[in-house]
């Protein structure tokens, strides 16, 4: 984030964005570039414990009632502790969560556990939110980490026994699809080659071996809203940039 702000300012104009969600912020709240925001007329909410993980929102729309993690968000670690994964705030009366889904690493790690289990207490807590509000506009925004079809992967063979594509792993983000939340994302910017996330190794991104493991899910009250949704492959570009493309959802007026 730090080394990157001036570069988010400037995709902040460009793509005149109203609240962004962001993820894998890598710094403390103190070390924070708040201020690059605050120029640009956006409130900023961060969580951010360590050189890792870490995640953001900013909004010009307003930020209200901000909420760092959710209820039975498990933690990692011994003792096991929440990581810097959830934030939320109310944004123009939506409700934004920006989230860092763990990554996995190996399937027989246990960091792979923990992710299966992160994803299904963010399903329960999901549950819970439309259970309380059925009228609720939420949006669960960020780097899930999981590529729910073959075609959100540039060739699945790559990927045989590795972790983003097990069963497990597709399973539980489709019980999030099913408890009330839709990808409404991909009916605007549909695959195959529709992608998320590049790596830096092996010029994969001007080879066009990406993966599509970001995602804007949206509460039943939100998603008949969502009237546009793209990737910004272009902001993949150039020097600096981030190994994820922003994903944009443009809202009709409620």
């Known amino acids: 984030m730090r080394a990157r702000a001036d570069r988010i300012a400037a995709w902040l104009q460009r793509s005149d964005i109203d609240a962004v969600a962001l993820q894998e912020t890598k710094c403390r709240d ?19 414990l360590s050189q890792w993980n870490g ?30 994964r959830a934030v939320a705030a109310t944004c123009g009366g939506l409700r934004m969560w920006s989230l860092y889904i763990p990554n996995g690493r190996e399937i027989d790690d246990p960091h792979y556990t923990y992710k299966l289990q992160w994803l299904d207490r963010l399903r ?12 609720a506009r939420i949006a669960l925004c ?20 590795k972790t983003h594509v097990t069963k ?8 999030m699809v099913e408890s009330g939340f839709t990808d409404v994302v991909r009916p605007h910017a549909p695959g ?13 991104f001007p080879k066009r071996k990406g993966m599509r493991i970001d995602f804007v899910l949206a509460s ?35």
């Not at 909004?59 to 993690?69: A, E, P």
């Not at 497990?168 to 019980?175: G, I, K, L, S, T």
Request: charged share 25%.
């Open 30 to 48: 103190d070390q924070f570039p708040a201020q690059v925001f605050r120029d640009l007329g956006y409130e900023v909410a961060h969580h951010g």
């Open 192 to 204: 195959p080659g529709v992608y998320t996330y590049w790596d830096y190794k092996g010029l994969s």
């Open 142 to 161: 960020g780097d899930f980490n999981i590529a729910p079809q073959d075609d959100d992967v540039w060739d699945m063979a790559e990927f045989e026994g």
């Open 168 to 175: 497990p792993e597709r399973d539980a983000f489709q019980a």
């Open 55 to 84: 995640v953001a929102i900013a909004s010009r729309v307003g930020l209200d009632d901000v909420t760092i993690g959710f209820p039975g968000q498990p933690g990692w670690g011994e003792p096991p502790e929440p990581e810097a």
């Open 124 to 135: 329960a807590a999901g549950e819970s939110w439309l259970s309380a509000d059925p009228a």
């Open 220 to 254: 039943p009250a939100l998603a008949p809203q969502v009237s546009a949704a793209y990737v910004d492959r272009e902001e993949r570009k150039g020097k600096g940039a981030s190994d994820h493309a922003p994903v944009i959802v443009e809202l009709a007026s409620p």
